[in-house]
């Protein structure tokens, strides 16, 4: 069993199992490929995941999610290797966590108390830690029946973190009084966010927006040669960075924000609408797609579907298939001839360029692969922007230039 750090401290992983159904919805290819999102997401939270359980049912057992032969199953190999939580690939409902529960005899989480609380590990800000526990007290208000009677701070651990500790959010009542002073912060919050932003009218923003993991903060730091955190881990930042770009003379904003997923928790959605608010107000959006993913058209729905429901579906967008280097050499290996690897590269991105009206760059933000080709376009994009919308800024980029090189 290997160690993680995590608060500065150094702790045993938890083991896991994974539970999934497969249905007329889900077949077994995509219940795999969940499984295999829901077990990075395990490792991401700190977690190693010791197997994996689904079962063929048309619908979840209303009682205990998966068939009581099934739940017999799990339940024999908890207890016979020690297992320390179970975790159930949808969102299950209050009573199937406390029937497992009870069963198991150890915790239980679904998809969305995972991502909460890899949300509340990863929260560095005043914003960010509002909205998490904002999100996390949402979704546990109506499961606090029977709930806060193991989610003390001796247990601790995965899906423990944040809301659960606190003594305050044992009494629905107060949890309630809770939110309601949580969304008036996030509204204040949300008014200085306001005032930073008109602070920045009349520059074009463009915006990096992307399933999580795809590469959005490398690609920050090497189009802003800053030095923003990025590890491959999802979610890996949750509060949104701007920073100010020059390209040939024209300047612009540039924003990372928060990474998307399948099956993302509603309350996330709407706690985290105001850190959204940079993709709302963006003139150009920079859709980056982890190319090397087996899924990639997948990711690129969600993120689209996520973007129709916050209503910024109407805005240019750039799609940036990222991570070429490793579709090559998933896809492509060292037998396959020159000329049949141009030809398969080329028909791969006419194709998406066809898709996407020629807004389509194929780059590798480690390598440094036709990124200059990408600020060309980014360049073309926000100057045409500047010119229809600003036209007397013109002479303000050479202006600018030259007070960026004094400094």
């Known amino acids: 069993m290997g160690n993680f750090k995590t608060d500065n401290s150094i702790k045993e992983q938890e083991k896991a199992v994974l539970i999934a159904l497969i249905s007329k919805e889900q077949d077994e290819e995509k219940t795999n490929e969940y499984l295999d999102e829901l077990q990075f997401l ?66 239980v989480l679904d998809r969305s108390m995972l991502i909460l609380d890899i949300f509340a590990q990863r929260a560095r ?47 629905r009542r107060i949890a309630k009084q809770r ?13 200085q966010n306001e005032t930073r932003r008109k602070n920045r009218s009349e520059m074009i923003r463009v915006a990096l927006v992307g399933y999580t993991n795809v590469g959005k903060s490398t690609l920050l730091n090497l189009l802003a040669k800053e ?3 990025a590890e491959n881990k999802l979610f890996a930042t949750l509060d949104t960075t ?3 770009v020059v390209f040939n003379t024209v300047p612009f904003l540039l924003s990372d924000t928060v990474g998307f997923i ?8 709407e706690s985290f609408k105001s850190t959204l608010d940079e993709t709302l107000e963006a003139d150009i959006l920079m859709h980056v797609v982890d190319i090397s993913h087996p899924a990639f058209e997948d990711q690129i729905n969600v993120v689209n579907n996520i973007l129709e429901e916050l209503k910024a579906n109407d805005k240019p967008v750039i799609y ?6 490793l579709y090559e050499a998933k896809y492509l290996d060292e037998f396959v001839p020159d000329d049949v690897r141009k030809s398969l590269l080329s028909e791969l991105q006419q194709s998406w360029m066809a898709r ?15 990124t200059s080709e990408l600020r060309e376009m980014i360049f073309k994009k926000v100057k045409e922007l500047y010119l229809i919308r600003y036209p007397y800024k013109a002479g303000y980029w050479q202006d600018y230039l030259k007070q960026e090189i004094e400094k």
């Open 125 to 171: 800000t005043l914003q960010a830690k509002t909205q998490v526990e904002l999100a996390q007290l949402q979704y546990m208000l109506p499961r606090l029946k029977g709930l806060w009677t193991h989610l003390d701070r001796v247990k601790g651990g995965i899906g423990m973190k944040g809301a659960g500790e606190k003594e305050i959010e044992t009494d």
């Open 42 to 107: 395990a490792e991401t939270a700190g977690a190693i995941t010791m197997k994996r359980f689904t079962q063929r049912l048309p619908h979840p057992d209303v009682a205990t999610y998966m068939g009581k032969g099934k739940i017999n199953e799990i339940v024999n190999y908890v207890k016979e290797k020690g297992i320390d939580m179970v975790i159930v690939d949808d969102e299950i409902s209050p009573s199937q966590q406390r029937n497992i529960e009870k069963e198991a005899k150890c915790k």
């Open 242 to 244: 701007v920073r100010k």
């Open 227 to 229: 030095n923003v955190f």
């Open 262 to 269: 399948r099956k993302l928790p509603h309350h996330l959605v």
């Open 179 to 191: 939110i309601a002073l949580l969304k008036a912060q996030l509204k204040e919050i949300d008014k």
């Open 320 to 325: 940036v298939f990222n991570k070429m280097d």
């Open 356 to 370: 996407t009206k020629d807004n389509a760059i194929f780059v590798s933000a480690t390598q440094n692969r036709n």
